[in-house]
């Protein structure tokens, strides 16, 4: 297995992971090349093997030199041996000098990025809270494409409640760095980044009073694995539930409802099928948007309708996004929202 080391983008502070002797990389966030550093890279150097005949050899040549050279080269050889030793010891010392310097630069970055984690953020009044949430394991099953069924129109929302674009680390969203998950503003849109196996985050507003209303965002993967979902949710609270519109970059969707009791959470699936594949857009954001109108809950990707279904057990809540892992259970999910948009009537 090859060594992995992470550090964080000097540019816009998205932790970056490099492996082996990587010298440089590129930030997939904002497209800066960030430059390793040395304490971080893992070199192996194989020594080169010299044969019994060629130390001989060795030997040989040097007994004929030291032969033919006689004592009067002796102090010559003694002054340049001297000489090279005060050069060798400074090209050490000013080596030595200028790698600390950058050792402290690099420990300085990391110090002041893992600060910003644990500073506390001003309460707004929409501040998102977060809640790990494990993935429950589903079997894996193949769903035939539906046959497309006209669907009840949901009432067309355009009056803007709640918008964002990420740009301001200040305007709440939950902000996390640990081994499991990374929650932060990066640059160009908040990263939810997921490094526990069959696990999850859910990220919703603490404004909770919204009923009938539309939640959209764009999301572009990262990294990870295609089976991993992201999507957005709508009517969550706490000690409550809520619902959340799911789709995976492998062409899955499903639309579930969450519900959060004392004795354990539960997921139950309301509807779930598979999309038409030219509806996603691999190596771009993916354009979510969910309806959640009265009882009747809608899911539209990159503005095509998909898949709708029926339930009205929780009426308001809050609105977040949500990035799970997939059947696969498989850890290194890395998703960006962006354009964050709540819409009513």
Not at 288 to 302: G, K, P, Q, Y
Not at 305 to 310: D, I
Request: charged share 15%; aromatic share 8%.
């Amino acid at each position: 297995m090859s060594d992995v080391s992470t550090f964080n983008c000097p540019k816009c502070g998205a932790a970056l992971t490099a492996t082996g002797d990587q010298a440089e990389m590129q930030c997939q966030y904002c497209g800066n090349t960030v430059i390793v550093p040395q304490e971080l890279r893992t070199t192996s150097l194989e020594m080169p093997q010299i044969t019994p005949a060629e130390e001989q050899a060795a030997g040989t040549v040097g007994k004929a030199v030291a032969a033919t050279v006689g004592i009067s080269l002796t102090l010559p050889i003694l002054i340049g041996a001297i000489t090279l030793c005060i050069i060798g010891a400074t090209f050490f010392f000013v080596s030595q000098t200028i790698s600390q310097s950058f050792s402290g630069i690099t420990q300085l970055a990391k110090t002041t990025s893992i600060a910003s984690f644990a500073t506390d953020i001003p309460i707004p009044t929409e501040l998102p809270q977060s809640t790990a949430t494990p993935r429950p394991t589903r079997a894996a099953t193949s769903t035939p494409l539906p046959t497309p069924l006209p669907a009840a129109t949901p009432t067309p929302y355009s009056k803007i409640l709640l918008k964002d674009d990420f740009s301001n680390p200040s305007s709440g969203w939950d902000r996390k760095n640990s081994t499991d998950y990374i929650l932060d503003y990066v640059k160009g849109g908040y990263r939810i980044f997921i490094g526990k196996e069959n696990g999850g985050q859910l990220v919703w507003t603490n404004n909770e009073g919204f009923t009938n209303i539309s939640v959209e965002a764009d999301v572009k993967k990262i990294a990870g694995p295609d089976d991993a979902w992201f999507g957005v949710t709508c009517r969550m609270k706490n000690d409550a539930g809520g619902y959340a519109f799911e789709v995976s970059m492998d062409g899955s969707y499903e639309i579930d409802k969450y519900t959060f009791t004392s004795s354990g959470d539960q997921t139950d699936t309301l509807t779930s099928g598979t999309l038409d594949p030219s509806l996603l857009k691999v190596a771009d954001n993916n354009h979510v948007r969910a309806a959640c109108d009265h009882s009747t809950l809608s899911l539209f990707i990159n503005e095509q309708f998909v898949s709708q279904t029926s339930d009205g057990a929780f009426t308001t809540g809050g609105v977040g996004l949500i990035s799970l892992t997939g059947a696969s259970g498989q850890s290194g999910v890395d998703h960006l929202y962006s354009n964050f948009v709540v819409k009513g009537p």
